[in-house]
């Protein structure tokens, strides 16, 4: 289990990490559209019609990254959002069941190593980044199962974006982060259903940065 | 770098251990635990369940001379006669023992251990299973008409009442959950030619249709997981608790692939056979890590069927009885062909079999009832079984 607990001292670890130098901590906070390109296995289990499948949707949230640049160009990041609530609804041959089928909320921190291309100071500066994500499901709910379990998920996140310098400290920032999200889920009501997504997600940002 | 180092490490420890024990519950993917691995001294077969372990409860109800009093011309739900026995005479025959009826009667009058009569038999009766039974629901099939229909639940505290506790020289055997099935599919069935009537005249959409079939099947569904996960509780409560030490508990057939099951529309069958299905995941649920010995039925008889021929039947689909004969012999009383009334002496004048079927090599009896040949194979594949746990 990672607890808000290891979270913390991780981050708390990170900002004591090396040497002080002037503006090597960017803070990012911004706006994130949660988008799913869901795929599954399909569903199975006893009085399942062949053909039942779900496709899980979009959620907006808000986020918020910590940087800390190692050198002037590569820096670890942490990045952390408001839990999106991510909606399912049923499709295939149970397409009549319609949406709503589950939610869940997304508990999906990424860290990561990210790479600033330019120089610092520069007006615009595209960065990409590559790192793991973790994510846990949590506050999980259906009108069709009364114990919905999901699997926490772990894997990598790549990560794309740009910086605008407004000032020497502020600045605006837009970013794409695309990870990989899988979760087997069990659902248990008056049978069992069994699915794995592969959730697929893109997430795009855009918000305000701030060095300090 | 040091402190960096450090960050690295904390960080990956940290994810590691959140991929560690994650993975979701399923539930009825469990097994029991811990039931005895070496024989038993037994003396006496204990056996709680419905028609398919009734050893002749409704007796009476054939009685020839149709007051009642013996000789009876029928009396289990198999190809009655001399040889007709069911699995759990069977299974007593191959210990040395014998079982009867816990109780004998019909329409209102019932007597307890008839057996006793003759007092060295005072100890045999303790077949409990019923036609009609189900887990706990007093009211089962065939109840308004007479049937005891004795639920499982009341078959375990009577045994206790009698008994006090199950002795270590017991061998139960539970096999309960098949008229729950049948009573939710009827209710399921109902529901569902409404349903598709108003969906015929217009006054549902097919999405609202396929919805309110959905529901249906759910609520079918969800009294095979109350019915399951209460005979689980009976077995861990009333058996277990109780002293029951060679404890096997049986799961439920396909009932899709019965005659009856057979002579459903493919839709139906598959609603039919999966509420089956649940029960036994229930079950199954239920009873993980509970130390009862678990007999599979539904593998056992899906392997028979998928090669009945190599078994020693010749006819696994059509039913030995011949509803027309019993109709007539009762009367009109019994039309739905059961083998109950059903006689295999060949040349009485109460001989209820179709032309040309052989209880020996015909699998069912009547439209979900095993033959004297199918008792034979289920009493010989249980008794593997029991074998297989070091109980024999």
Excluded at chain 1, 48 to 66: K, S
Excluded at chain 1, 108 to 135: C, I, M, Q
Excluded at chain 2, 157 to 182: E, K
Excluded at chain 2, 301 to 324: H, I, Q, R
Aim: glycine residues 12%; charged residues 15%.
């Amino acid at each position: 289990m990672t607890s808000p607990v290891t979270i913390a001292a991780t981050v708390a670890v990170l900002l004591t990490a090396g040497h002080a130098a002037a503006q090597s901590n960017v803070v990012k906070f911004g706006v994130a559209q949660y988008t799913t390109n869901s795929r599954t296995n399909g569903i199975s289990g006893i009085g399942v019609p062949p053909g039942a499948d779900v496709e899980t949707g979009d959620a907006t949230t808000l986020i918020l990254e910590y940087e800390r640049l190692l050198t002037p160009h590569l820096g670890i990041e942490l990045a952390i959002g408001i839990p999106p609530r991510i909606e399912a609804r049923a499709t295939g041959s149970v397409a009549f069941l319609g949406d709503d089928v589950f939610s869940a909320r997304s508990v999906s921190p990424v860290v990561g190593l990210t790479w600033h291309f330019g120089e610092p100071g520069d007006k615009w500066r595209p960065y990409a980044g590559l790192g793991v994500n973790y994510t846990k499901f949590t506050d999980i709910e259906s009108r069709l199962a009364s114990d919905v379990d999901m699997e926490d998920s772990v894997g990598w996140a790549v990560k794309a974006g740009v910086e605008y310098a407004i000032g020497p400290r502020w600045g605006l920032f837009a970013s794409v982060t695309a990870m990989d999200v899988k979760s087997k889920i069990v659902a248990s009501g008056a049978t069992v259903l069994q699915s794995t997504i592969d959730f697929r997600p893109v997430v795009y940002a855009l918000g305000a940065a701030y060095r300090f | 770098m040091t402190r960096f180092r450090q960050a690295l490490i904390l960080l990956t420890v940290s994810l590691l251990a959140a991929c560690g024990g994650s993975d979701p519950h399923v539930p009825g993917s469990g097994s029991p635990v811990g039931a005895p691995t070496t024989p038993g001294s037994f003396t006496a077969v204990v056996s709680f369940g419905d028609s398919l372990s009734d050893v002749g409860t409704y007796a009476p109800a054939t009685s020839l001379a149709g007051n009642g009093t013996a000789p009876y011309f029928g009396g289990k739900f198999t190809t009655n006669g001399a040889a007709g026995t069911v699995w759990v005479e069977n299974v007593a025959a191959s210990l040395g023992l014998l079982a009867t009826p816990a109780e004998v009667g019909f329409a209102g009058s019932s007597v307890a251990c008839p057996a006793a009569a003759n007092p060295a038999l005072a100890g045999t009766c303790t077949a409990y299973g019923q036609g009609g039974a189900r887990i706990t629901d007093p009211n089962g099939i065939g109840h308004a008409t007479g049937a005891l229909t004795v639920p499982v639940a009341s078959q375990i505290a009577n045994h206790l009442t009698r008994f006090g506790s199950f002795r270590d020289s017991d061998l139960v055997l539970i096999w309960g959950g098949n008229n729950d099935v049948f009573v939710k599919f009827e209710e399921f069935a109902a529901a569902a030619a409404q349903i598709q009537a108003e969906a015929t005249a217009g006054l549902l959409t097919a999405d609202q249709a396929n919805n309110a079939l959905y529901a249906a099947q759910t609520e079918a569904q969800a009294a095979m997981k109350q019915a399951a996960l209460e005979l689980a509780a009976l077995v861990r409560t009333g058996v277990l608790d109780n002293g029951g030490k060679y404890v096997a508990v049986v799961n439920l057939p396909d009932s899709g692939d019965t005659p009856f099951g057979q002579s459903l529309p493919a839709s139906a069958r598959q609603v039919l056979s999966d509420l089956s299905a649940v029960f036994n995941l229930w079950l199954a649920e239920g009873l993980t890590g509970q130390p009862v010995g678990w007999i599979d039925a539904r593998a056992l008889f899906k392997s028979l069927l998928a090669d009945p021929a190599g078994a020693g039947f010749g006819n696994a689909t059509v039913p030995a009885c011949d509803a027309e004969k019993i109709d007539a012999l009762t009367g009109g009383q019994v039309t739905d062909g059961s083998s109950l009334f059903c006689n295999a002496t060949v040349g009485a004048p109460y001989y209820g079999l179709r032309a040309g079927a052989d209880p020996s090599t015909w699998l069912y009896a009547d439209g979900v009832h095993p033959s004297t040949g199918g008792h034979a194979a289920i009493g010989n594949a249980f008794a593997t079984q029991l074998a297989a746990f070091g109980w024999l």
